[in-house]
């Protein structure tokens, strides 16, 4: 009768560290994947919302298309955030539209922005 006393108090002793063991390895195994998560989304962002494209002051449409294909990628939110490649916009996270030079161009315009002559 003592026996099967101290036997299952020796279980339960050894459940009990199994347990809280498995919980502070969970624990650790939790807080590494969580860095690894945040340092991916913050290279991410840092590749994706490229703050350069905010344009400032008066806008050289034709610069800004730097292949010269006629067409700029404008927010149409923001309508200074244009950028020569498909992208998000850094300040609304907005996906850019393809437009012709012409269309950003009336878009600038209709909203106020300055334009270099041309
Ligand atoms: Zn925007």
Redesign the pocket.
């Known amino acids: 009768m003592k026996n099967i006393k101290v036997k299952n108090l020796v279980l339960f002793v050894l459940l009990g560290l199994m347990c809280s063991s498995a919980l502070s390895f969970a624990q650790r195994k939790g807080r590494l994947t969580h860095s690894t998560h945040n340092h991916k989304t913050k290279a991410q962002k840092e590749q994706m919302l490229d703050s350069t494209i905010v344009r400032k002051g008066i806008i050289d449409l034709q610069t800004i298309d730097m292949n010269k294909d006629g067409k700029v990628f404008q927010?149409q939110?923001?309508w200074n955030?244009i950028s020569d490649k498909p992208g998000k916009?850094p300040?609304?996270k907005?996906v850019l539209s393809e437009v012709t030079l012409e269309v950003a161009k009336k878009n600038l315009l209709a909203n106020g922005f300055k334009l270099n002559a041309k």
């Open positions: 927010d939110m923001d955030v916009c300040l609304c907005m």
